[in-house]
């Protein structure tokens, strides 16, 4: 009886009485080498401009859609929106990481098998995605694209697909969003958040007030948000702000403590209206407000508004 091969992960089933003195040497490279890469080998996949890039899959040999672990590389190119990973119509289970750069957001790899729709790969440098093949269609095994009813994180969070709130949502520390973000409720910003897709925002953005720590100088880390608030207890400088980017603006507090009359000084990274430096209200608790725009790396252009009801 001639060799034949396995259904899924086409090792070679040796017939009976074939291969005399050379069977070893077919179960090692057809059955145990294959097996192992089909638990444990790691593949890259490297890709073009072609809008469809079909795996290898060999009966009995190496191959590339027989792998556990696929890496995605390469550019999507211009002649191209959406690229094609094909893999077999056989029942696999694949962690893939999509490392493709696209030209724009519409560009996307999908795998798929032949003729089937697919699931579209999220593009990360580090996080691998879980799909798998039931022989005809490929889904995913994590969720993709999230929509909640309501989101509270307490840790830091990075969300790589779209991200569709339709209640509350709060953020107490760290947050990332790689893809596009719909929010149709109150959204609260308790830490840093990068938004690197389309975000559409239905209420109001609430954000926390960072208190500075009074001290002989005093430095706002701008990573940790827009509003600040400091109590004066002396005389102090208001240093050159970390953290900044070209763009953000925000606020800051001043308040006198229950003696009053201290003086705040200021870097000279902060540009006033006509180079004038702007005095406190120096009454005891007064309250005062310096709002500010980061112009460049070195460049923070500032107004103070003085004394409000206290």
Not at 120 to 130: A, E
Not at 135 to 148: E, L
Not at 177 to 192: K, P, R
Request: glycine share 10%.
């Amino acid at each position: 009886m001639a060799s034949t091969y396995t259904t899924n992960l086409r090792l070679t089933k040796q017939g009976d009485g074939e291969n005399p003195n050379s069977w070893g040497q077919i179960l090692n490279d057809g059955v145990i080498s294959l097996a192992d890469e089909a638990i444990a080998g790691y593949t890259t996949i490297s890709i073009g401009s072609a809008a469809t890039v079909n795996l290898t899959a060999n009966d009995g040999a190496d191959d590339q859609s027989r792998s556990a672990f696929l890496e995605v590389k390469g550019s999507v190119g211009t002649a191209a929106t959406s690229i094609f990973l094909v893999i077999p119509n056989k029942t696999k289970a694949y962690a893939v990481l999509n490392k493709v750069s696209a030209n724009a957001a519409s560009d996307v790899v999908m795998m798929r098998v032949a003729g089937n729709t697919g699931v579209t790969l999220n593009r990360s440098s580090t996080l691998f995605q879980h799909v798998i093949c039931d022989g005809a269609s490929v889904y995913n095994v994590d969720q993709s694209d999230a929509t909640f009813g309501s989101l509270q994180v307490t840790g830091a969070a990075k969300f790589d697909s779209t991200v569709t709130v339709s209640g509350t949502s709060s953020f107490v520390s760290k947050a990332t969003f790689e893809d596009d973000v719909s929010v149709s409720g109150n959204t609260v910003l308790g830490g840093t958040v990068a938004l690197n897709g389309i975000v559409t925002i239905g209420s109001a953005i609430k954000s926390f007030f960072t208190t500075i720590a009074d001290a002989a100088s005093i430095v706002m880390n701008l990573n940790t948000g827009n509003q600040f608030v400091v109590t004066l207890g002396a005389n102090r400088t208001l240093a050159a702000p970390t953290n900044l980017t070209a763009g953000q603006t925000g606020h800051i507090y001043v308040h006198q403590d229950g003696t009053g009359s201290r003086t705040l000084a200021y870097n000279t990274v902060f540009q006033f209206t006509g180079g004038a430096v702007p005095t406190l209200t120096t009454t005891a608790a007064a309250v005062d407000l310096l709002v500010f725009s980061v112009r460049a790396s070195d460049k923070v252009d500032a107004v103070l508004l003085n004394d409000f009801d206290r």
